[in-house]
């Protein structure tokens, strides 16, 4: 079963205080992505990661860092969360198919920092 | 930079009845995706194209990266179709940029 899962899917938090997103994979694609989605926005990519500890920024990386230690895992981090951090987050997956690539997507996190 | 400009904003059919969604890419795209966001905020793969069309069930799809487009085409709309459509183009590598979404909404 192909899924992308994201853990926690609802989170509230103060602002200043660390935020962990976290995401893994089971279909042990090499490539996972960060987004996240503001109205009238689309989809905006914070981080990239190509494979274990080789991760790239993205448009918008200010104000987060990423770690991926296993394959199947990419965490997303916020040291000290900001109120304009307020947004959903997708997690994303891809292999290269056919010469392709095709975007796995979880469910996403709704992240709201008072 | 590489943008995507998805048309239109906001969509409202009566169910039975069809449009398309549109993208314009500023430059060549090497693919494309389309994701409906449904009720829950899930976003459910549609189509990815390399070129050419594809169909499934009542939606149909079209990506012509020389003339640097994209459709999405619903017929027969149904209740269960409304939410946002996103498209998603491949500019090359792992770079994929989005579309600001369409805003759909099916009634009775």
Redesign the interface.
Known sequence: DMKVTQMPRYLIKRMGENVLLECGQDMSHE?M?W?RQDP??????IY?S?DVDSNSEGDIPKGYRVSRKKREHFSLILDSAKTNQTS?Y?CAS?NRD????????G??S?LIVV | GDQVEQSPSALSLHEGTGSALRCNFTTTMRAVQWFRKNSRGSLINLFYLASGTKENGRLKSAFDSKERYSTLHIRDAQLEDSGTYFCAAWTGGYKVVFGSGTRLLVSP
Do not use: A, K, M
């Not at chain 1, 009238?40 to 990519?45: A, N, P, R």
């Not at chain 1, 056919?98 to 997507?105: A, D, E, I, K, S």
């Open positions: 490539t992505y987004y009238g926005l689309g989809l905006q990519l990239i190509y959903v997708f891809s056919r010469g392709g690539n095709t975007l796995y997507f469910e996403g709704r």
